[in-house]
């Protein structure tokens, strides 16, 4: 009876220990794939936020890439157009049709012209009425001989663009595109500022960046006002079509102009800084020069007086 009864005791006590055993076993089974998808959401969570970061690199190293390759081509665009100012500058021929041969090379003629004046008027000052006479005799020589080249140079531009306008003169400024506007502007600082080869191609980096802003919010193709840049015209207009007989209203014409005078001013102020010197105090000093719109403006000729140029016009030829 005592047997029977440990063996049943054993019995139930082996039973309660097998199901208790079975059933913790159960509960880490349970708890550990509770433990293994928690951990494997996590990895996939880690992963997916890696691959997220690593698609943003991706994005910005392309972005990088396409911002170099856009640079290299508008150095490379740049440098071919210096060699080419840089190489008709150094031609021996004195038929102005060789010297100003293109549009651009004209738009750099009349760069240096108004470097040439300003230095001029810098040096013996008022030159609309010129009387060399009343120049001390060791500066008499060398005005006349400054203002006889400057007035010659003018009239031998004045023949480039006559011959110019058999071939496309005025469509080479109508239909440029605002890279081409950009171009034209820095072949004028070019020859007024006479820029080193760094000084260009930065520069004309500077000039095609503003005048994509001005393209994109349409300036190119809008009514100047030209009661905020005053002075002197030239027949050199970045775009004929801006003059429009179309009436446009005045607000806006106010805005455009506004909008216009704020690229200016930020544009001048950058190109300040790629100067030095002379260059930098000629650039600030010059009233033509503070005049002068670097983005949808005008060309102006030297402003030579109708005396000056009879004047030393006249001496030139003797």
């Known amino acids: 009876m005592l047997v029977l009864v440990g063996l049943g005791t054993w019995s139930f006590w082996h039973s309660a220990w097998a199901a208790a055993a079975r059933a913790n076993l159960n509960s880490h089974s349970a708890a550990g794939k509770t433990d293994a998808a928690a951990a494997l959401r996590d990895t996939i969570a880690r992963l997916q936020g890696e691959n997220a970061r690593l698609e943003q690199s991706l994005a910005a190293i392309n972005a990088e890439n ?3 390759e856009k640079e290299k081509g508008q150095a490379s665009h740049a440098i071919q157009l210096y060699r080419e100012l840089t190489a008709q500058s ?3 021929s004195q038929d102005p049709t060789n010297s100003y041969s293109t549009p651009r090379h004209v738009v750099v003629g009349l760069g240096k012209q108004a470097r040439l004046l300003a230095e001029a008027q810098e040096k013996w000052g ?3 009425s010129p009387d060399p006479e009343k120049q001390p005799d060791d500066e008499k020589q060398a005005m006349v001989q400054a203002m006889m080249v400057l007035v010659s140079e003018q009239f031998r531009l004045q023949r480039a663009i006559e011959d110019l306008k058999e ?15 950009a171009d034209f502007v820095s072949c004028y600082l070019y020859g007024a500022l006479n820029l080193q080869a760094d000084q260009f191609y930065r520069a004309n980096d500077l000039l095609q960046q503003y005048y994509k802003q001005a ?5 190119l ?5 030209e009661t905020e840049f005053p002075g002197p015209k030239f027949d050199l207009p970045l775009r004929r079509e801006t003059y429009t007989p179309d009436p446009v209203p005045s607000a806006t014409v106010s805005e455009h102009a506004s909008a216009l005078k704020q690229l200016n001013e930020s544009a001048r102020g950058q190109i300040g800084e790629l100067l030095s010197g002379e260059q930098k105090e000629l650039f600030d000093g010059s009233q033509q020069f ?8 005008t060309f102006r000729p030297p402003g030579i007086s ?13």
């Open 215 to 219: 393209e994109q919010k349409d300036l």
């Open 66 to 68: 396409t911002r170099l």
């Open 221 to 225: 193709s809008s009514a100047p006002d």
């Open 90 to 92: 150094r031609a021996q």
């Open 306 to 318: 109708a005396g000056a140029v009879a004047h030393f016009g006249a001496r030139s030829g003797e």
């Open 290 to 297: 503070r005049d002068f719109r670097l983005v949808g403006g």
């Open 126 to 128: 008022d030159i609309d």
């Open 167 to 181: 071939h496309g003169w005025q469509a080479a400024f109508d239909e440029a595109t605002s890279e081409g506007l």
